[in-house]
């Protein structure tokens, strides 16, 4: 079965330090990841996925097959960046099936 | 584009009280869901839709009921309430073909629902 680890439940640093929010999966098949954010009052929204490679306001994630895993990082954290995140991965194939993790809730101190 | 939309934002029930939440989105998506989120949990897809007429069940589907008559529409109902349903209910939609389905999903505001 698939599933989702996000062994933060909290992360707290300092604004211009380095973040890591870290993503586990569990899927027999061929993963296809994604992070999503949730700012204060703002809906769910995508954050990046792993296949377009990409770096979204300064977030970047590999993904590690050997290690399972999908962190995010990010090497200077912002106060704008406190948000709940979620790594989903997609267990539907072709009709896309998210199954989420439970969240980490990032706050980034001044 | 209002993209997607909850109504009601907000519900208060009873215990055995049955009510409809409507979800609609204008971006002609094929495919659209219902998520509950609860704290601790993240979010738990209840059912699915990949298509005008069609539902499947998600990951905690018991106690709930949708229907997808319309392809912008997608109602998920409570038919008796229970206090464990109380939470905050999210509704998605993404495109429905490979070629144009990035997997993004396109969130609603969210529906919290209380059940006394």
């Known amino acids: 079965a698939q599933r989702v680890t996000q062994p933060e439940k909290l992360l707290s640093v300092f604004k211009g330090a380095p973040v890591e929010l870290k993503c586990n999966y569990s899927?027999?098949?061929?993963?296809?990841l994604f992070w999503y954010v949730q700012y204060s009052r703002q809906r769910l929204q995508l954050l990046l996925r792993?296949?377009s490679r990409e770096s979204i306001k300064g977030f970047t994630a590999d993904l590690n097959k050997g290690e399972t895993s999908f962190h995010l990082k990010k090497p200077f954290a912002q106060e704008e960046d406190s948000a709940m995140y979620y790594c989903a991965l997609n267990s539907g194939g072709s009709n896309y099936k998210l199954t989420f993790g439970k969240g980490t809730l990032l706050t980034v101190n001044p | 584009n209002a993209g997607v939309t909850q109504t009601p934002k907000f519900r208060v029930l009873k215990t055995g009280q049955s009510m409809t939440l409507l979800c609609a989105q204008d971006m002609n998506h094929e495919y659209m869901y219902w998520y509950r989120q609860d704290p601790g949990m993240g979010l738990r897809l209840i059912h699915y839709s990949v298509g005008e007429g069609t539902t499947a069940k998600g990951e905690v589907p018991d106690g709930y009921n949708v229907s997808r008559l319309k392809k912008q529409n997608f109602l998920l109902g409570l038919e008796s309430a229970a206090p464990s349903q109380t939470s905050v209910y999210f509704c998605a939609s993404s495109y429905g073909s490979r070629g144009q389905n990035t997997g993004e999903l396109f969130f609603g505001e969210g529906s919290r629902l209380t059940v006394l």
């Open positions: 792993h296949i």
């Open positions: 899927y027999s098949g061929s993963p296809e």
